[in-house]
């Protein structure tokens, strides 16, 4: 702000709010005055969820996953198929696979993908950790589930010929047309896919 | 979600972060980690702002501005023309002035607009403040820069009706093509009111 109109606790929260993926300088200063004039309902309940969430949270150190307790939610379900990991870039598609109820087996965040032009090789993100998992046996079947992006596809090559050759059967997600797409919006590349992969009706 | 995939901690996060304007369900969840894999940087720090904020903002006595004291900064700062009263609806709208340094007199945020539909009558805004501030005198001038909608210029002609006929000039904002706009995209309105409005070149 060209002028202070408030003192530097409001500046400071708008500050901080403005860091949040999806809010601009002035989408945090609305959700600032949001948080001002719903201070019982709103500010303080999520002063203190996020303090319990900064106390309480950590990274799981098998999976990757975020969550209160080390093995996570996930690892430690007795009801999830513990034979199968599906890896994935980051914790929200996990999450994202999770809300689908896509399947219930355990995870492996690699915490990103590949990227020789960013300077991230495979011991900047989870690799070890699975191929340990692996290493370790249990493991029928890793479903690599990264984004269908070039550094996505490097990463999927890449775990492939680390994992592979044994028992463990590697498989990946399939492409083809999103349920509810339109095909006249498709990609040429998505649309050869789908013809390529078309199951019988 | 259909199914937890995280301690309640992170759920009630995510459900409260998506109560804030701009921020829906998905991108609460993404804020969310956002937050967590930021602990330090951003999720401690913020929770102290809000926790700092919760405590000590309050509602300004004389003008509805929010600030850590009553009267406000812009009620005390003796820099300020004091004769000149701004109207505005919402503290949002004061902050958007103060940015553009339109002016540098003190406020009067009447915290919303007459609505007989949504059962908005005069006395649950703070137009009886606005009558009081004038009655005391030492004004000059009151700017009335509500909204161009038409309950914001419903509230401006009632206003002027309770504080006009006295020593007081009443104003309001212009209307006019505003600054770097096209005329192609402006409604008839608008660019009927900058012919009538024209000034010298």
Same mark, same amino acid.
């Given at each position: 702000? $060209?002028? $202070?109109?408030?003192?530097?606790?409001?500046?400071?929260?708008?500050?901080?709010?403005? !860091?949040?993926?999806?809010?601009?300088?002035?989408?945090?200063?609305?959700?600032?005055?949001?948080?001002?004039?719903? !201070?019982?309902?709103?500010?303080?309940?999520?002063? !203190?969820?996020?303090?319990?969430?900064?106390?309480?949270?950590?990274?799981? $150190? @098998?999976?990757?996953?975020?969550?209160?307790?080390?093995?996570?939610?996930?690892?430690?379900?007795?009801?999830?198929?513990?034979?199968?990991?599906?890896?994935?870039?980051?914790?929200?598609?996990?999450?994202?696979?999770?809300?689908?109820?896509?399947?219930?087996?355990?995870?492996?965040?690699?915490?990103?993908?590949?990227?020789?032009?960013?300077?991230?090789?495979?011991?900047?993100?989870?690799?070890?950790?699975?191929?340990?998992?692996?290493?370790?046996?249990?493991? $029928?079947?890793?479903?690599?589930?990264?984004?269908? @992006?070039?550094?996505?596809?490097?990463?999927?090559?890449?775990?492939?010929?680390?994992?592979?050759?044994?028992?463990?059967?590697?498989?990946?997600?399939?492409?083809?047309?999103?349920?509810?797409?339109?095909?006249?919006?498709?990609?040429?590349?998505?649309?050869?896919?789908?013809?390529?992969?078309? @199951?019988?009706?």
């Amino acid at each position: 702000m $060209s002028r $202070s109109v408030a003192g530097p606790e409001i500046e400071r929260l708008i500050q901080l709010l403005a !860091k949040l993926p999806g809010l601009g300088p002035r989408s945090a200063r609305r959700a600032a005055l949001h948080l001002i004039n719903k !201070k019982d309902e709103l500010l303080v309940p999520l002063a !203190k969820a996020m303090d319990l969430a900064g106390e309480k949270i950590v990274i799981c $150190s @098998t999976c990757g996953n975020v969550d209160t307790s080390d093995p996570c939610l996930i690892c430690t379900d007795p009801r999830r198929d513990g034979t199968t990991i599906v890896v994935v870039e980051e914790v929200a598609d996990l999450w994202a696979l999770e809300r689908a109820t896509a399947i219930n087996a355990r995870y492996h965040v690699l915490g990103g993908v590949l990227s020789p032009l960013d300077g991230i090789g495979p011991d900047d993100i989870g690799i070890a950790g699975l191929v340990r998992r692996v290493a370790e046996g249990g493991i $029928s079947e890793v479903i690599i589930a990264v984004n269908a @992006t070039v550094e996505g596809q490097t990463t999927a090559h890449y775990i492939t010929d680390q994992i592979g050759g044994g028992e463990v059967r590697i498989s990946r997600l399939a492409h083809g047309v999103p349920v509810g797409g339109e095909l006249d919006y498709l990609d040429e590349g998505t649309l050869a896919a789908a013809i390529r992969s078309r @199951t019988p009706f």
